[in-house]
């Protein structure tokens, strides 16, 4: 009795001294109320950047600590990405990028600057829409216009796009798709795009609803698709690119949330919990779904399930008009 006692009691003893390490371990990112911190590849301002911060602000009393963001733009994402892979997988830093960074990233450098395999993919954070964007000055309203135009031109019509992005590979499946011949020209930000299709110095564009919604209704330049699979509140009027036909010349993209491989489980498992219930929040639901963006969560499991096999489907894009980048 009295070994079976102090058996108990030392076990007792131990359990109270494991529990705190147990619980420290779920919630090291916020110990001692250090941040959680946000690194985004794109400038202030930009799509990522207000979608992370408004994650940002519906996380924080979830996890009871602060969440930033660390805004870190530059080659194609890469900066951002290698600095959260080199991070110490201690709960404190994350990575919100594109679809560009996984998905078609790997498929442009003999030896990708970034992998997968560097990161636990924690959640998707948004799925957006892309919208084909045209010059006032060329004379077509629908799409079946626009390729008989371009392609009455002695030569081939510029359109926008940096090399290897989601836009420059939806304007090469437009080519591949419809046989509308054009060359790209690159251009700094969605606002030097905007500015080249209003001078009329590219004639078309892929890129995002929010970057040119406000001038398109305006108009100071066209839009003639969309990739939803309807119309969205701040274009209305434009029609989906599957309504008219071509749903194929185009694909939407999305926002994932990435740690440092070797994060604990429950840290991830906590945090991914904190994203999908911000996601949830009436602010941020209201503010994108004006522009028809959804703000989708999933498991890990699914989350890179799901970039594995649009990898594989940019890929084929990619080696089929063998671009590299280097």
Known sequence: MLQDRDAKRHLGRRGLLAAPFVLGLARSAS???????????????????????????????????????????????????????QARPDGETILLTSSSTFAT????????????????????????????????????????????WANAQPQPILYGANAGA????????????????????????????????????????????????????????????????RAVPMLPNVRPLSEQGYGNIAMSYWYGIFAPKGVPQPVLARQIDAIHHAQKAEAL??????????????APDAFRAMIVSERESWGTLIRSINLRLE
């Open 31 to 85: 110990a001692q109320g250090r941040p959680l911190r946000i690194v985004v590849p794109f400038n202030g301002g930009s799509e990522p950047d207000i979608l992370a911060r408004r994650l940002a602000a519906a996380m924080q009393p979830i996890l009871e600590q602060p969440v930033v963001v660390d805004n870190r733009s530059g080659a194609n994402t890469v900066i951002a990405a290698q600095h959260v892979a």
């Open 166 to 229: 989601i836009g420059h590979l939806c304007g090469e499946l437009m080519k591949q798709v419809t046989g509308i011949r054009m060359s790209d020209v690159s251009y700094r930000g969605s606002l030097g795009m905007q500015q080249l299709l209003m001078a009329g110095d590219i004639k078309l564009a892929f890129d995002g609803v929010p970057a040119h919604a406000e001038m398109v209704n305006a108009g100071r330049i066209k839009a003639l698709g969309i990739t939803a699979d």
């Open 285 to 298: 639901v209201q503010q994108f779904a004006a522009q028809g963006a959804e703000l989708e969560g999933n």
């Open 105 to 148: 990233l790997p498929n442009l450098y003999a030896t990708p600057p970034v992998r997968l395999e560097q990161f636990e993919a924690m959640t998707m954070a948004m799925r957006a829409h892309m919208v084909l964007y045209v010059s006032n000055d060329v004379p077509a309203n629908t799409i079946p216009e626009l390729i008989q």
